[in-house]
């Protein structure tokens, strides 16, 4: 009976980093899937990670303590892939007996086969047949594994990269951190072209809201720059978005539109990806009451993720004391300089 459960729970534990795998590396994501393994994985693992970083009082460190977040987690999240798929041949060797040096192995030595099996260096042999093919299957998989794994990192990173530089280029359009006073003012007395950047930025967030959904721990990668994230580049063209909604006409109003509801389409969709609850804070970023209906659509989601992520979320007017990054050098450094996480100390 005790080997019969051994059988069951080696299977499962398989099955389930497999499935994980394929849905997060292979298939397209839905919003709103069913609970796995990967869910579990960032759930604990950043609960933690940022319970330490709101601990840091410095902006600066926390924000460098921040970001190794993203890219340890990938890594992280393929070991725990590969060490359930370990555990799991290991129960599977430990019920088909194997055998080393003419001997029953115990677990332990089960485990020891699974291991090298999964990385083809195969050096313990088992004896008993079941075993030999269980090696083999192993060791396909495992090969498969870190086939998936060298394809899919740069399909990774060519998407952060595509992120960032369009925040990067938002510097300009709109300070750092980016406000929608501040797009706006700049954008004055130019409605055309006011229009084009909205519709670029429309696309940007269509991008976003794509990848961010096929690669999930995406959005856990901070920005280059500690006083840019993309919740923050996001809300800031939000809010540009409902201003223009509101006080505009013709194909700038219908543009606004356009670029408003893709941006609460990705702030809905992120926010029920990781199953946060809406949050209503008493916000002032901008007190004007024509705008509380508009900003109802958005600002519960953008708020639940600004809590889950650790990211402030920027404000309506231009920040005047503080430089765009274009402007900074080594010698000439703001003298209040904005990190994202700042509130959340």
Not at 79 to 99: E, K, R, T
Not at 218 to 242: G, K, M, P, T
Request: with cysteine; net charge neutral; proline share 3%.
């Amino acid at each position: 009976m005790l080997r019969g459960l051994a059988t069951c729970a080696g299977l499962a534990l398989i099955l389930v980093a497999l499935v994980n795998c394929f849905n997060t590396i292979v298939l397209p994501r839905r919003v709103g899937r069913l609970f796995g393994l990967t869910s579990l994985f960032y759930r604990i693992t950043w609960s933690t990670f940022s319970g330490v970083g709101r601990r840091i009082r410095n902006g600066r460190r926390r924000e460098e303590f921040l970001s190794i977040y993203g890219p340890l987690s990938l890594l992280s999240l393929l070991m725990f892939w590969a060490l359930c798929i370990v555990v799991g041949f290991g129960f599977l060797h430990w019920a088909a007996h194997v055998q080393l040096d003419g001997h029953d192995g115990n677990f332990a030595s089960a485990l020891y086969v699974s291991a090298s099996s999964i990385v083809t260096i195969a050096i313990a042999q088992p004896a008993n047949s079941m075993s030999r093919w269980l090696v083999t299957v192993d060791a396909g998989l495992g090969f498969g594994l870190f086939g998936l794994v060298v394809g899919y990192l740069p399909m990774l990173y060519q998407s952060y990269s595509s992120r960032e530089l369009q925040i990067s280029l938002l510097d300009a359009r709109a300070g750092s951190p980016p406000t929608a006073g501040e797009l706006l003012l700049r954008q004055a007395n130019k409605p055309d072209k006011l229009e084009g950047q909205l519709a670029d930025w429309e696309n940007w967030t269509a991008e976003v809201l794509d990848e961010q959904l096929s690669y999930s721990m995406l959005a856990y990668f901070r920005s280059q720059h500690e006083n840019q994230s993309w919740l923050a580049a996001l809300i800031a063209l939000v809010d540009a978005s409902a201003i223009v909604l509101l006080c505009s006409d013709d194909e700038l109003k219908h543009q606004a539109l356009l670029t408003f509801a893709i941006g609460r389409h990705a702030l809905v969709d992120q926010q029920k990806e990781l199953n946060r609850a809406q949050v209503c804070l008493h916000s002032e970023r901008l007190n004007a009451a024509d705008l509380d209906r508009v900003r109802g659509m958005y600002e519960p989601y953008a708020n639940a993720l600004s809590i889950h992520f650790l990211v402030a979320l920027p404000g309506w007017l231009p920040q005047g004391n503080r430089n765009d990054n274009w402007l900074r050098t080594k010698w000439k450094k703001a003298g209040n300089l904005f990190s994202v996480s700042d509130p959340f100390q």
